[in-house]
C-alpha cells in the first residue's frame, strides 16, 4: 500500500490556511467565504497583543478588499470593530483610492484581484511557511492530502 504524504504540516494556529484547491482567487464570493474565516479567527482565537494579531489583520484587510474592490466607496459589510483600520496595505489601498478614484479605475478588476492574491501570498508567507493551497491526492484509491504551492 502506497502511502501519500505532505512536506510540512499546517501551522494548526492558522485554521483557514492552507486553502482549498477549489479557491478562485478572481471570485469575490470565494474571497468573502475566506474574509468571514479569518475575521471569526482573529477575534475570537488571536490575542490582540500578539504579533500574530497584527498579520492577521493585514491578511483580514488583503480578503475584505478581495471581496469589495470599491472600498472605500460602493457597498461592503460591517467589519467587527476589534479589526482597526490601520496596517501597511489597508493604509496604501486608502492612500490611492482617494478623490481621484480607486485602483479599479486605473486598472482592470482582473489586474486588481492578481495584485490582491500575490500580496496575500507574500504577507501569509510571513507566519505560514508550508505551501498555501490544499489539494487531495489520490493513490491506490485512498484520499490523502498534500500541499501545493501556486505563489
Given at each position: 500500500?502506497?502511502?501519500?504524504?505532505?512536506?510540512?504540516?499546517?501551522?494548526?494556529?492558522?485554521?483557514?490556511?492552507?486553502?482549498?484547491?477549489?479557491?478562485?482567487?478572481?471570485?469575490?464570493?470565494?474571497?468573502?467565504?475566506?474574509?468571514?474565516?479569518?475575521?471569526?479567527?482573529?477575534?475570537?482565537?488571536?490575542?490582540?497583543?500578539?504579533?500574530?494579531?497584527?498579520?492577521?489583520?493585514?491578511?483580514?484587510?488583503?480578503?475584505?478588499?478581495?471581496?469589495?474592490?470599491?472600498?472605500?466607496?460602493?457597498?461592503?459589510?460591517?467589519?467587527?470593530?476589534?479589526?482597526?483600520?490601520?496596517?501597511?496595505?489597508?493604509?496604501?489601498?486608502?492612500?490611492?483610492?482617494?478623490?481621484?478614484?480607486?485602483?479599479?479605475?486605473?486598472?482592470?478588476?482582473?489586474?486588481?484581484?492578481?495584485?490582491?492574491?500575490?500580496?496575500?501570498?507574500?504577507?501569509?508567507?510571513?507566519?505560514?511557511?508550508?505551501?498555501?493551497?490544499?489539494?487531495?491526492c489520490l493513490q491506490d484509491n485512498k484520499a490523502c492530502s498534500s500541499y501545493v504551492?501556486?505563489?
Amino acid at each position: 500500500m502506497s502511502d501519500c504524504s505532505f512536506a510540512s504540516p499546517p501551522d494548526d494556529r492558522i485554521p483557514f490556511l492552507p486553502l482549498p484547491l477549489t479557491l478562485n482567487s478572481c471570485n469575490r464570493e470565494n474571497w468573502k467565504s475566506l474574509l468571514k474565516e479569518i475575521e471569526t479567527w482573529l477575534v475570537l482565537e488571536v490575542d490582540p497583543e500578539s504579533p500574530l494579531w497584527a498579520w492577521g489583520c493585514d491578511i483580514f484587510w488583503l480578503a475584505f478588499i478581495g471581496t469589495y474592490l470599491y472600498f472605500p466607496r460602493g457597498k461592503w459589510l460591517k467589519w467587527d470593530s476589534q479589526v482597526l483600520l490601520q496596517g501597511t496595505f489597508i493604509e496604501a489601498w486608502l492612500d490611492q483610492s482617494g478623490a481621484e478614484g480607486s485602483w479599479i479605475g486605473v486598472q482592470g478588476t482582473d489586474e486588481v484581484l492578481d495584485h490582491i492574491w500575490a500580496e496575500f501570498c507574500m504577507h501569509a508567507a510571513l507566519f505560514y511557511p508550508s505551501p498555501l493551497i490544499s489539494s487531495d491526492c489520490l493513490q491506490d484509491n485512498k484520499a490523502c492530502s498534500s500541499y501545493v504551492s501556486v505563489c
